[in-house]
């Protein structure tokens, strides 16, 4: 199986503020890779999709980027709505793994 | 819309079984591959399982392979996941998702909880 490691683990940022959270796999994996945003007690929802793809309707703030090994996602300018958990997934072969999550909290 | 609803979850005793149902609308149910994704308390999600559109395909994760079985009732635009010999480490809230190829999971249900405990 594909192994997937994310860092920081969590950080702490103000609205407004840029971060940056990065996701590793251990093989390359081409651009399928997406992440994924969770609040706290409610279902997962996809965010970007394919390394860098928006879902209809998605916030222009996140982005994502990366190939082979290596994949950012950035949000830009962090809202309140925005504290919550992040995880990336490889989407490349069975079976689909999830990375350990990024929790985003208020400073 | 899309609209995923799971329900079956409760507590049960080790060993015993448990059948999770996800009762799909807003899509054409028959066109589409679903998984079963989990997450124990606290922890990150955990891939179960994925079964192809039409029930031809299906694929497992280790950790529950030969106990765990997905199906489909394309009639009735339901999922499903029969869990037996459960054991504590299956207790988390089970989500289903819809699949867009190759394994993105673009909507998900709200979830349901597994409690496996004596």
């Known amino acids: 199986d594909i192994q997937m490691t994310q860092s920081p683990s969590s950080l702490s940022a103000s609205v407004g503020d840029r971060i940056t959270i990065t996701c590793r796999t251990s093989?390359?994996?081409?651009?399928?890779l997406n992440w994924y945003q969770q609040r706290p007690g409610r279902a997962p929802k996809l965010l970007i999709y394919a390394t860098s793809s928006l879902p209809s309707g998605g916030p222009s703030r996140f982005s994502g980027s990366g190939s082979g090994t290596d994949f950012t996602l950035t949000i830009s300018g962090l809202q309140p709505e925005d504290f919550a958990t992040y995880y990336c997934?490889?989407?490349?072969?069975?079976?689909?793994?999830f990375g350990p999550g990024t929790k985003v909290d208020i400073k | 819309q899309v609209q995923l609803v799971e329900s079956g979850g409760g507590v049960v005793q080790p060993g015993r079984s448990l059948r999770l149902s996800c009762a799909a609308s807003g899509f054409p149910f028959s066109n589409y591959g679903m998984h079963w994704v989990r997450q124990a308390p606290g922890k990150a999600l955990e891939w179960v399982a994925f079964?192809?559109?039409?029930?031809?395909?299906?694929h497992y994760a280790d950790s529950v392979r030969g106990r765990f079985t997905i199906s489909r009732d394309n009639s009735k635009d339901t999922l499903h996941l029969q869990m037996n010999s459960l054991r504590a480490g299956d207790t988390a809230v089970y989500f289903c998702a819809r699949d867009r190829e190759p394994s993105r999971l673009d909507y998900w249900g709200q979830g349901t909880l597994v409690t496996v405990s004596s």
């Open positions: 093989q390359s994996i081409s651009s399928f």
């Open positions: 997934q490889q989407s490349y072969i069975m079976p689909p793994t």
């Open positions: 079964i192809q559109y039409d029930g031809a395909n299906t």
